[in-house]
């Protein structure tokens, strides 16, 4: 089985709070993982002092691809936050999503 998974940092790096991806691993292992090497965007994190804080499921998949699939369709949306248990109901979040929305909006009028 396949878990889809996000990661909530203490603090935001390169404008996000959030890490999503997949393992085979349990949660717990990954998370270890991810603390010691990880990818490259974790390990970054690490890096400038950033506490990878908790790691929570998304769901599981019996298929790789299907894990992949379903974390490139979350990872499109750009709203990581709302998929975070920690954040999903912190207005925050929302309110900075919805500017960047607008920000997006006024740039395709103005093309
Ligand atoms: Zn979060």
Do not use: W
Request: aromatic share 10%.
């Amino acid at each position: 089985m396949f878990q889809l998974y996000i990661i909530h940092f203490d603090k935001s790096f390169h404008g996000t709070r959030h890490y999503i991806g997949f393992t085979s691993l349990t949660l717990e292992e990954r998370l270890k993982k991810h603390q010691k090497s990880g990818s490259r965007f974790t390990r970054g994190a690490v890096k400038h002092g950033i506490l990878l804080e908790s790691i929570h499921a998304l769901g599981s998949y019996s298929d790789p691809y299907l894990a992949r699939e379903a974390e490139i369709k979350i990872k499109k949306q750009h709203n990581s936050a709302l998929y975070c248990p920690l954040c999903k109901d912190d207005t925050k979040y929302h309110r900075a999503y919805q500017q960047r929305i607008r920000r997006k909006e006024k740039k395709e009028v103005e093309k």
